[in-house]
Every structure is written in structure tokens, then in C-alpha cells.
């Protein structure tokens, strides 16, 4: 089955509103030509700044987080009724980071997931091994349960519009990468565990993204894994050069 591949930038805690705009304008005559899905996965305050400088071009915009509650008393978060009023596409949910450092766990991605999907907004949903856990043989079953667990009680049909992103934290920001067939072997678990959970044609519908110090230099050779349909770029993606570089991938 030939998928489109989707490439997202993940800017994390960088630019502001006035950078996020000036980047995306420089950025955008690089990039019309390609062909593949693109989006940069912004900051929340640059996110009117960003949809307003990427209007009616082919990049899109993802916010990092949101929350899985309409509104409330939760300091600090964000709704999917907000995000899905400023017309945000996309959203990152369960980064390693976030799990790591803002105490996410597989539930708290799960019910984050399930309320993306119901205002519409196409969740990019992380998992990922520490190099312990890899050294430990227990990667398979790790991973495997991540994704089980993020995309309980969805149907086939959220299931085919969702996208995937393995990030070995063993390589996010280290300058580490998986080889490729690493990287392909992990993607190759997972959608052989969504084809166990769902079925063979909700495997092949579903985008899986790499992303692990993915640049200039490696992505191609990523991306031309038959498992493995774009990547989550971290770095690389708040440099011009380098991410119309990864955008141009020819698939």
C-alpha cells in the first residue's frame, strides 16, 4: 500500500511568535514542491503566528500537548476545544520528554489521544526504549505495550487516520541514530501489533515515523525503509536548510 510520508518538525521549547513566523516564511519557498505531508509541531504561543505565516501553504501546523478535558481548573494546559477553534490540525502527544519530565504515562496518552480524535485533530502519538531497556531485551514488549496502550478503545477507522512516531530516547538529541534497520525493525513491531489489535488493512493504512537525531545526512536513507513513512525531526527542524532537505525526501 503506498503512503503518503509525513514529515514533522518538533520545535520543542524554541522561536518566538515573531521567530516561528519569519522561519516559516523563509521556509516555505524551499519546501512547495514536495510532495509529502509536512507539518511543524510548534510552540503554544507561536501557534496564531504560525497558522497565520503557513496559511494556504502545504505546511501545517501541530501543537506539542494538549489536554484531555473540554476546560477546567488545570493551570497551565491546553484544550482540544481550543486548539481545534484556532484550526490546529495536528498534535504531538506523548514525547519522552513529556513522559519523562511532566510525568505523562501511557493512560494520560491514551485519553489525550481519544480527545484529539474527537475535535478532529490528528494525533502524533510517541513511544520509544531507554538504551537500558533495549540493552535489556525487553524493547519488543516495551514498545508493543505503549502502542497497545495508546490506542485502546479507538476504532480501526481513528486508527487509520492516527500517526505513529518511534523515538528511541536513546537517541533523541544525542546524535545517536538507530541504524536503519533498527529503526525498521521497531516500526515493523508496531504495525505488526496494530495488524494483531485491528486488522492487515488498518496496519498498512497507518503512518509510522522515525525520529531520533533524523538530519540532512540520514533521512533519506531512513525513509526508504518500507516500514518507516517520514520521521519526527527534532534539530534538524528550526534550521532551513537542513529540514527543506528532509521535506524534499521523494518517496
Wanted: hydrophobic share 40%; proline share 3%.
Amino acid at each position: 500500500m503506498k503512503r503518503t510520508p509525513i514529515i514533522a518538525g518538533n520545535w520543542k521549547m524554541n522561536k518566538t511568535p515573531d521567530e516561528a513566523a519569519a522561519f516559516i516564511k523563509e521556509l516555505l519557498p524551499e519546501i512547495k514542491d514536495s510532495k509529502n505531508e509536512l507539518i511543524a509541531g510548534v510552540p503554544f504561543v507561536c501557534l496564531p503566528a504560525a497558522l497565520e505565516a503557513a496559511k494556504g501553504s502545504n505546511l501545517k501546523i501541530a501543537a506539542q500537548n494538549m489536554h484531555w478535558k473540554e476546560s477546567g481548573a488545570y493551570t497551565g494546559e491546553v484544550s482540544g476545544a481550543m486548539l481545534k477553534s484556532m484550526g490546529v490540525p495536528y498534535v504531538i502527544i506523548g514525547h519522552s520528554e513529556r513522559r519523562e519530565y511532566f510525568a505523562e504515562t501511557d493512560e494520560t496518552v491514551n485519553l489525550k489521544a481519544k480527545a484529539a480524535l474527537s475535535y478532529g485533530i490528528t494525533p502524533i502519538i510517541c513511544c520509544g526504549e531507554t538504551l537500558e531497556q533495549r540493552e535489556a531485551g525487553i524493547m519488543e514488549s516495551w514498545v508493543s505495550g505503549q502502542v497497545k496502550a495508546a490506542l485502546q478503545d479507538l476504532t480501526k477507522e481513528q486508527v487509520k487516520t492516527i500517526v505513529i512516531a518511534y523515538e528511541p530516547i536513546w537517541a533523541i538529541g544525542t546524535g545517536r541514530t538507530a541504524t536503519n534497520e533498527q529503526a525498521n525493525e521497531v516500526c515493523t513491531i508496531i504495525r505488526n501489533v496494530v495488524k494483531d489489535l485491528y486488522d492487515e488493512e488498518t496496519a498498512e493504512a497507518l503512518r509510522i515515523q522515525y525520529g531520533g537525531s533524523v538530519n540532512a545526512a540520514n533521512s533519506a536513507d531512513l525513509f526508504s525503509m518500507d516500514n518507516i513513512d517520514g520521521g519526527l525531526v527534532g534539530g534538524a527542524s528550526l534550521k532551513v536548510k537542513d529540514f527543506s532537505v528532509i521535506a524534499g525526501y521523494e518517496c
